[in-house]
């Protein structure tokens, strides 16, 4: 167990914002409390539909530190992945629709924003991500990204915790701090500078970025500006907000930052193997698999059919631009789910009708 986590956490504007005087839409937020340290970071959504995404950002991150602090327990212990997910997203959408109706805003959709988190409690650890940006473990072997960016058909499009399915793309990651010298979160603006994703590196500066960690809390906040205003911000007239998020586990090994490895080889990935196609593959035996079943003799023999559209339903996520983003549910589930309402309907009219009828005969 390390000696003491050390927390830093900076949200700079980028020129793209300051130039045209409009303000910083990332939001960060590090706090210790109920022995739980936790860094949150999240990136507003920028453009014209988005208009007030720095409120979103802004949100986000108070009601996740507030919910971790408070029950890390609760979602470290339970199994149900889903469940974990499903409440991290009710009380951050709750939270911003209640905003809304405050600021008088016409939607959530108006706060979109990301969210990257990681909570710590002893030697226990919780990181969370929705959208792009990067959260990264430094350890004496090198730099390793514990999530990754999520982009659409482009690096421009990206998933947000406002989509009303944002728990189907939240990533979970329950671990311990055993190997861990420093946890890094940053937000597109920083990442895109040090992450390289052909070949899924992070540059070694991320590791000198975390060491900063150490310093004074002053010093460490003046260090971390100067060299991300210099390095990130001013690299660009059109750099983006950039926000940095560190957990550093002090009495933890440094590791040797010289020796940690700066160029990668591209990976051997198939980008045509996609899920789609997945999919397809399994549907002729799914359909036996059901017709099995159902025990119904007029479609148990698919093995060898040939697969078409009409036996998939395919339903758009709230991100129409990214084909990847696409889930199938077969027709007949959804009539089977629909036959099973109607008879608990009727189920539920003839008890209440037998209820009457013996109320009746009892006061008569």
């Given at each position: 167990m390390?000696?003491k ?7 700079l ?19 210790f ?90 030697t226990?650890m ?13 350890s004496?072997?090198?730099?390793v990204?514990?999530?990754l ?12 915790i406002?989509f ?24 597109d ?7 390289d ?9 991320v ?38 998020g ?8 440094i ?13 051997d ?9 997945v ?15 159902n ?11 040939t ?35 109607v ?22």
């Amino acid at each position: 167990m390390p000696d003491k986590i050390k927390l830093a956490c900076l949200s700079l504007p980028g020129r793209k914002h300051t130039d045209k005087g409009q303000p910083n839409e990332d939001a960060c937020v590090s706090v210790f409390s109920n022995g739980v340290y936790v860094v949150c970071l999240s990136d507003g959504a920028g453009g014209n539909r988005y208009t007030h995404a720095a409120i979103g950002s802004q949100s986000v991150v108070g009601t996740v530190s507030e919910l971790l602090t408070k029950h890390f327990d609760a979602f470290y212990n339970d199994v149900r992945e889903n469940v974990i997910r499903s409440i991290l997203v009710t009380a951050i959408q709750s939270e911003l629709a209640i905003l809304t109706n405050e600021n008088h805003i016409d939607g959530i959709e108006r706060l979109s924003a990301t969210m990257l988190f990681c909570a710590v409690k002893d030697t226990r650890m919780i990181c969370g991500h929705i959208g792009d940006g990067i959260i990264a473990k430094v350890s004496s072997s090198g730099i390793v990204p514990m999530t990754l960016p999520q982009n659409g058909e482009n690096t421009g499009s990206t998933y947000f915790i406002t989509f009303p399915d944002a728990q189907d793309y939240i990533r979970v990651v329950r671990t311990t701090t055993d190997d861990a010298h420093a946890i890094v979160l940053m937000t597109d603006g920083l990442a895109d500078m040090v992450y390289d994703s052909s070949t899924y590196l992070v540059r070694p500066v991320v590791a000198r970025l975390a060491e900063l960690a150490d310093l004074p809390s002053e010093e460490k906040l003046v260090q971390l500006k100067d060299t991300i205003q210099n390095f990130v911000i001013n690299s660009s007239n059109l750099s983006d907000d950039a926000s940095i998020g560190i957990l550093y586990f002090a009495g933890s090994k440094i590791p040797d930052i010289s020796e940690f490895v700066s160029e990668k080889p591209l990976p051997d990935a198939d980008y045509k193997d996609v899920m789609r196609s997945v999919q397809l593959e399994l549907l002729p035996r799914v359909k036996l698999a059901r017709s099995i079943v159902n025990k119904d003799p007029e479609t148990a023999d698919t093995e060898g059919k040939t697969v078409d559209g009409s036996d998939l339903q395919i339903r758009d996520t709230a991100l129409p631009s990214s084909d990847e983003a696409k889930v199938f549910r077969s027709e007949s589930h959804r009539k089977r789910s629909t036959g099973r309402v109607v008879l608990w309907s009727m189920i539920g009219v003839v008890i209440i009708a037998a209820i009457i009828t013996l109320i009746i005969v009892l006061n008569g």
